[in-house]
């Protein structure tokens, strides 16, 4: 079967840095994403990998390794604003989208 | 620009009633999508359109009809409710697939006694 597995609860200190981990086994691999979502509201987009290396994006930076079937998404400078949960989807060989159960991150001053 | 709007925000409903989700974008998106999310578990898809009259099912169709009469809009229908479809339900859109990133409305917290 299709699995994607990330940490499900994650605590952090405002100012530091933070790695959520994604790994996965799908059926093929078409690019990664990574989503936010505060509680109670929807997802919305971070970033994108389909080659291997790091991505950075401002504060938020994602790594993609395919021949490990992992990814991170590392957050720089915490603010009390990145409380939220962290969302991993893979497209897989029929370009369907498997998603993680995400990341809940705790931001504590 | 609203992105995408979803409708209604919070229902409640009683074993067995029907009701319909609604859910328009204003982005010129082919691809549209409905999910529901559980805790616990990652998103999962229950039907997705590729185009306006043409929709097909995701990974959990059982007990909800979907249509998509135009472009813009995608309702996701219930006929009768059961208690195990309490969920939080999302609309999203996305420019032609699940390879382009999905924009999603604000979603539905749907209760089912």
């Known amino acids: 079967g299709q699995n994607i597995d990330q940490p499900t609860e994650m605590t952090a200190t405002e100012g530091a840095i933070v790695q959520i981990n994604c790994t996965y086994q799908?059926?093929?691999?078409?690019?990664l994403f990574w989503y936010q979502q505060h509680a109670g509201e929807a997802p919305t987009f971070l970033s994108y990998?389909?080659l291997d290396g790091l991505e950075e994006k401002g504060r938020f930076s994602s790594f993609l390794s395919r021949s490990k079937g992992y990814s991170y998404l590392l957050l720089k400078e915490l603010q009390m604003k990145d409380s939220a949960s962290y969302l991993c989807?893979?497209?897989?060989?029929?370009?369907?989208?498997?998603w993680g159960a995400g990341t809940k991150l705790i931001i504590k001053p | 620009n609203a992105g995408v709007t979803q409708t209604p925000k919070f229902q409640v409903l009683k074993t067995g009633q029907s009701m319909t989700l609604q859910c328009a974008q204003d982005?010129?998106?082919?691809?549209m999508s409905w999910y529901r999310q559980d805790p616990g578990m990652g998103l999962r898809l229950i039907h997705y359109?590729?185009?306006?009259?043409?929709?097909d099912q995701g990974e959990v169709p059982n007990g909800y009809n979907v249509s998509r009469l135009n472009k813009r809009e995608f309702s996701l229908r219930l006929e009768s409710a059961a208690p195990s479809q309490t969920s939080v339900y999302f609309c999203?859109?996305?420019?032609?697939?699940?390879?382009?990133?999905?924009?999603f409305g604000a979603g539905t917290r749907l209760s089912v006694l």
């Open positions: 999203a859109s996305s420019e032609r697939g699940p390879e382009n990133i999905q924009y």
């Open positions: 982005m010129n998106h082919e691809y």
């Open positions: 359109s590729v185009g306006a009259g043409i929709t």
């Open positions: 799908t059926s093929g691999f078409n690019g």
């Open positions: 990998n389909v």
């Open positions: 989807a893979v497209l897989d060989s029929n370009y369907q989208l498997i």
